[in-house]
């Protein structure tokens, strides 16, 4: 079974230029970690954006800010350390110090990516939820620049969290209950299941359907190993209707998160437009990661990173899609893939610069990437080999054929058949387990 359902997007996406300036630099730096009693409360500040424009220009706009209930994240890695992205967000103090950030994609850049957005301009909602600061903050967005791989800045504003007009209104009164329970939330990667397309009757369905993508999670390295290191929690979110929309089969169901397939008019893209609406849904819940659960039989999902997984239920692909989309939106792991009803002509990425995802590589500054774990005698790039997961630098990757270079023959970032995920992407994938919980 092929992914078929990215490669029509990101291979515009790439397309895409930006000319901001104010840049920071995306080698790697000292972090300095803040303090978080210092600058900010138990509680979580949700940022609504617009994301608006085309194929040439985007602008952010602030649309409104809300208090949440307590903030579930770490209290201690509050700085990204990996700067994985299209986009990133840096939260600094009235004396300029970066005192939270994390990077991350968005269902818009991909919009911007598709030739309806050479044409028109088009808004697409995004949300974020910080720690509720203490004081006045400063918020700034930066996009990534294809041809440097460097960010830009691309929104600057002003943040005062006394601000009356915040809203600590209830979003809905949905049940949220924890499928597993390690322990307190700043020590744990919190995994919020979110209920798409489920009825009033159909919650335990939905139950059973976390259930069964947890105990896949689990049954897989390296997420055995780290069964500890997860809250695995629900929101019962009820749909008037069961399902999701399918548009080119002019299926249309009333649904809580409004997903729908044919996304960009891909039949298989699965997704659910407006990430705020996800974002009001899980208002009430602890999470540092979001998957929405679409009940259907359909093939397909999405996953993109710090903003959401997303996949069909009901097929025999489900498990496998699910951890795979989780891989891109959680660990920010890149596709493997490339075969020929992918792959593009056309540069896929940059092959001047090194992608950010860290399961592929252009060679540029493979240093930043696997190379310590090759044993010294492998050659680079390394011939076609019969077993699936001897590692080292195989060219095909990432949809391109020629330039792009994935770690093993064959990985879960690639197939749905594969063995499981190669060590590049395990080493990855618990690298971001311990940022969550440590
Ligand atoms: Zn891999």
């Not at 770490?74 to 986009?87: K, L």
């Not at 400063?138 to 809203?167: F, H, M």
């Not at 998160?257 to 659910?272: E, K, V």
């Not at 994935?406 to 618990?430: H, L, Q, W, Y």
Request: net charge negative; proline share 5%; with cysteine.
């Amino acid at each position: 079974m092929k992914h078929t359902f990215f490669v029509v997007i990101i291979a515009l996406l790439t397309a895409c230029t930006a000319t901001q300036e104010s840049s920071f630099s995306t080698e790697p730096q000292s972090v300095v970690q803040s303090d978080y009693d210092t600058f900010f409360t138990p509680h979580r500040l949700r940022i609504d954006l617009v994301f608006a424009g085309n194929s040439k220009y985007q602008k952010v706009f602030l649309a409104s800010l809300a208090k949440e209930d307590n903030w579930s994240g770490s209290r201690t890695n509050m700085v990204d350390t990996f700067e994985y992205g299209e986009y990133y967000m840096k939260v600094k103090s009235k004396e300029g110090q970066t005192i939270y950030s994390r990077g991350f994609n968005t269902l818009f850049q991909e919009w911007r990516c598709t030739p309806e957005a050479n044409i028109n301009e088009q808004s697409y909602c995004s949300s974020y939820v910080i720690p509720y600061p203490k004081d006045t903050i400063q918020l700034c967005i930066y996009e990534r620049v294809k041809q440097t791989g460097k960010y830009n800045e691309l929104y600057n504003a002003t943040i005062n969290p006394n601000d009356k007009l915040i809203s600590s209104e209830k979003c809905n009164n949905f049940n949220v209950e924890a499928l597993m329970h390690n322990g307190d939330c700043k020590d744990k990667v919190d995994l919020l299941f979110i209920a798409e397309g489920y009825t009033k009757e159909q919650m335990d369905k939905f139950r059973a359907d976390a259930q069964r993508m947890t105990d896949y999670m689990f049954s897989m390295h390296p997420y055995s190993k780290h069964k500890e290191d997860f809250n695995i929690w629900i929101v019962e979110s009820l749909s008037a209707e069961e399902g999701t929309d399918i548009p080119h089969m002019d299926v249309w169901k009333n649904t809580v998160a409004d997903s729908h397939f044919y996304t960009f008019y891909s039949d298989r893209y699965l997704t659910a437009p407006n990430h705020t609406t996800i974002c009001k849904i899980a208002s009430n819940a602890p999470y540092d990661a979001l998957y929405v659960l679409v009940n259907d039989a359909t093939y397909g999902g999405g996953g993109i990173y710090n903003f959401y997984g997303l996949s069909s239920s009901d097929n025999k692909w489900a498990e496998p899609v699910f951890i795979h989309e989780f891989g891109h939106s959680f660990a920010g792991l890149g596709d493997e893939y490339f075969d020929s009803s992918t792959s593009y002509d056309e540069t896929f990425y940059n092959l001047n610069i090194e992608p950010w995802e860290p399961n592929i590589t252009t060679l540029v500054n493979f240093e930043s990437k696997w190379k310590d774990m090759l044993n010294p005698e492998v050659q680079i790039p390394t011939p076609d080999s019969d077993e699936p997961q001897l590692l080292g630098v195989y060219e095909g990757g990432g949809y391109m054929a020629k330039g792009v270079y994935r770690p093993v023959m064959d990985c879960r970032m690639k197939t749905n058949t594969a063995p499981g995920f190669c060590p590049v992407c395990s080493r990855a994938i618990e690298r971001m387990i311990e940022f969550y919980t440590k």
